[in-house]
C-alpha cells in the first residue's frame, strides 16, 4: 500500500491485476486500484477535481482530469474517509499512476491541491 499525507490529507492506495482483455483488436492490461481518503486536519474539506497521469512501460502517457471521483465530490469532516474503487487499462504489462486531488476547505473557500504519490500497476511474476 502507498500513503503520503498532503495538508492534513491523507492518500492511501492499492491497486489489483485484473487480467487482460481485447478490445478493437488490441491486448489490454486490466489493473483495478483501490483509494481511501482521510481527512486528518481539523477543517472540513470537499474534493471537487481529480488529475491523473497514466504511465505504461512503452512510454504511453494518458491524462485524465475532471470534476470528483466516480461521480462523486465527497465532503470530508475531521476524522472521515472515503474509499473508492477505479481502474485503468494499460498496453503493457508495467506502469504507474500519479496525479493530484484538488480540495477546498469548507471554512475559509481556500483550494488546494493534495498529491496522489506515484504507485505502481504490475502483473504478478509468471512461474513454471
Request: some cysteine.
Amino acid at each position: 500500500m502507498i500513503e503520503q499525507i498532503t495538508k492534513g490529507i491523507k492518500i492511501s492506495v492499492k491497486t489489483k491485476y485484473n487480467g487482460t482483455s481485447y478490445r478493437n483488436n488490441k491486448l489490454y492490461y486490466i489493473f483495478a486500484y483501490f483509494v481511501t481518503i482521510e481527512n486528518k486536519s481539523s477543517e472540513t474539506v470537499q474534493l471537487t477535481d481529480r488529475f491523473w497521469q497514466i504511465f505504461d512501460s512503452l512510454n504511453n502517457i494518458e491524462i485524465v482530469e475532471g470534476e470528483g471521483v466516480v461521480g462523486q465530490t465527497p465532503v470530508l469532516k475531521p476524522n472521515d474517509n472515503y474509499t473508492y474503487s477505479s481502474g485503468c487499462f494499460l498496453e503493457s504489462s508495467i506502469g504507474a499512476m500519479k496525479g493530484y486531488y484538488t480540495m477546498i476547505n469548507c471554512r475559509t473557500l481556500e483550494q488546494f491541491k493534495v498529491i496522489i504519490p506515484t504507485f505502481q500497476l504490475t502483473t504478478p511474476i509468471l512461474s513454471n
